[in-house]
């Protein structure tokens, strides 16, 4: 004979998991970053068409061929270039290098070289043990690969005599 059949019309709510919690929040968090990803893209399409269709009248205008000044567009290259630098992932990396020396180091110059994707950084730290601490926090970064001190001085003609030193180092630049 079979087994008697049990209904439990009154079960006791479910709890939730950790793992559903934490699904549900990174799904959300990604959904809402895609959103927000998805209107910048949209207004800058709608920029952009914006702008063609006010230069259309003034090309279409002329009934000749428009001339292309080719260093504008090898200059407006280069900027977009320039601009499209990780930089946030260097200021990153410069910041945490700079977390425990914040006293000591001060930032004076970031050079970017993207031809031959290297960057130059000068600075000035109160000491030069201070200086070698900073370049050893950058050579545990991410982005930077080989930073190097390329050269120091102790600057005399200021009276805490702090030491101004340059480093290049490698950056890793997505291609």
């Known amino acids: 004979m079979p087994a008697p059949l049990e209904l ?3 079960a006791t709510p479910r709890q939730f998991s950790l793992v559903g919690v934490l699904a549900l929040v990174l799904g959300t968090a990604a959904a809402a970053w895609t959103v927000t990803d998805y209107r910048e893209l949209s207004l800058q399409s709608v920029l952009l068409e914006m ?5 259309a009248p003034r090309i279409r205008g002329t009934g000749r061929s428009v001339e ?16 499209s630098l990780p930089w946030s992932q ?8 700079g977390e425990e020396s914040s006293q000591d180091v001060a930032l004076l110059s970031i050079e970017p070289d993207r031809e031959k994707r ?7 730290a109160r000491t030069l043990p201070a200086a070698l601490a900073f370049l050893q926090q950058l050579q545990s ?24 030193f340059e480093l290049t180092a490698d950056w890793s630049l997505p291609q």
Request: proline share 3%; glycine share 4%.
């Open 51 to 55: 702008e063609l269709d006010s230069a």
């Open 8 to 10: 439990d019309f009154v």
């Open 141 to 164: 970064a991410g982005t930077l690969e080989y930073p190097l001190l390329d050269n120091h001085k102790v600057r005399k003609d200021i009276r805490e005599r702090p030491v101004y």
């Open 118 to 124: 290297r960057v130059r950084i000068g600075a000035e």
């Open 90 to 97: 260097l200021l990153d990396d410069l910041e945490v290098a």
């Open 68 to 83: 292309v000044d080719t260093r504008a567009i090898a200059d407006a290259t280069d900027a977009v270039r320039e601009l």
